[in-house]
């Protein structure tokens, strides 16, 4: 099985912290995500990785950045943290050819 | 980024009733997933259609892949307590990018 490994399920941040989240993948997927969930506006996308090193922005990028140093691994980072990045945050990896995405647990991060 | 369009929104219904749901999108579609999410969880992967017309079972869930690449159902029958959730639907209009669907809530009463 395919499995996508987030380090936090829960997190409590202070604003203006800078916040890590991390995701491993367990299967040599090219291609990795960081999603945000929120109430009524379903899933977006913060950036995705098709490369080690390789990054592009998705739909909301601001106040996020990413790093992918190694291929199974995909780092989210807030660098100042606020308030309205107070939410259910997704990593999912999928493999060049299609084949599916996989998700990992997610993670709430509250900041307060 | 582009959302699919996926129906209805919320369903409630009677447990052993028969459930039905869709994805719709303007444009062509090389792959649909169908995800379920429980509250505080990741979306699970159920299913993965990968053809035109491709009718896929998993279980008590059955899904198709559209004959005009456009569009994709969810069907679950026999519904029990434990299907409620929020399934969502995905696809891949070109490349690795995924597009989501905004998600049915099921709710099932015993």
């Known amino acids: 099985d395919v499995k996508v490994t987030q380090s936090s399920r829960y997190l409590v941040k202070r604003t203006g912290e800078k916040v890590f989240l991390e995701c491993v993948q367990d299967?040599?997927?090219?291609?990795m995500f960081w999603y945000r969930q929120d109430p009524g506006l379903g899933l977006r996308l913060i950036y995705f990785?098709?490369?080690?090193?390789?990054?592009e922005k998705g739909d909301i990028p601001e106040g996020y950045s990413v790093s992918r140093e190694k291929k199974e691994r995909f780092s989210l980072i807030l660098e100042s943290a606020s308030t309205n990045q107070t939410s259910m945050y997704l990593c999912a990896s999928r493999p060049d050819r299609g084949r599916g995405a996989f998700f990992g647990q997610g993670t709430r991060l509250t900041v307060v | 980024g582009q959302q699919l369009n996926q129906s209805p929104q919320s369903m409630f219904i009677q447990e052993g009733e028969d459930v039905s749901m869709n994805c719709t999108s303007s444009s062509i579609f090389n792959t649909w997933l169908w995800y379920k999410q429980e509250p505080g969880e990741g979306p699970v992967l159920l299913i993965a259609?990968?053809?035109?017309?491709e009718l896929t079972s998993n279980g008590r869930l059955t899904a198709q892949f559209g004959i005009t690449r456009k569009d994709s159902f969810l069907n679950i029958s026999a519904s029990i307590p434990s299907d409620v959730g929020i399934y969502f639907c995905a696809g891949t209009p070109a490349g690795n990018m995924l597009t989501f669907g905004g998600g049915t809530r099921l709710m099932v009463k015993p």
């Open positions: 990785s098709y490369d080690v090193k390789m990054k």
């Open positions: 259609l990968y053809k035109a017309g």
């Open positions: 299967m040599d997927h090219e291609n």
